[in-house]
Nanobody
Framework: QVQLVESGGGLVQPGGSLRLSCAGS????????IGWFRQAPGKEREGASC????????YYVDSVKGRFTISRDNAKNTVYLQMNSLKPEDTAVYYC???????????????????WGQGTQVTVSS
């Protein structure tokens, strides 16, 4: 089973930027759909973005569209989430997750993912 480790979280002021990394080990992430999810205190885990394994197509939920960018670097076996124009409501623990999908595209359905990282805290506050 692929193992995932997130990094790059921290405290940032509103309007600031962070880049999260999701590093894979044991197996190459090339063959996996990777999703980024977040969970704020007292709320359910929700999808933010995903990237496919086949053609690196991407998807963003409306709340992050235009501000977040997901990308993968296969040579480094890492998927990134560049987060710009951060808002206080982006504060959450961010998780990356992996799944195998036999058709094109990707998904941010939490129940579709079986391998999860430990999470990294992102706090947006002045």
């Amino acid at each position: 089973q692929v193992q995932l480790v997130e990094s790059g979280g921290g405290l940032v002021q509103p309007g600031g930027s962070l880049r999260l990394s999701c590093a894979g080990s044991i197996f190459s992430l090339d063959y996996y759909v990777i999703g980024w999810f977040r969970q704020a205190p007292g709320k359910e885990r929700e999808g933010a973005s995903c990237i496919s394994s086949s053609d690196s197509s991407t998807y963003y939920v409306d709340s992050v569209k235009g501000r977040f960018t997901i990308s993968r670097d296969n040579a480094k076996n890492t998927v990134y989430l560049q987060m710009n124009s951060l808002k206080p409501e982006d504060t959450a623990v961010y998780y990356c997750a992996a799944t195998v999908r036999s058709w094109p595209g990707c998904t941010v359905n939490v129940d579709s993912f079986g391998s999860w990282g430990q999470g990294t805290q992102v706090t947006v506050s002045s």
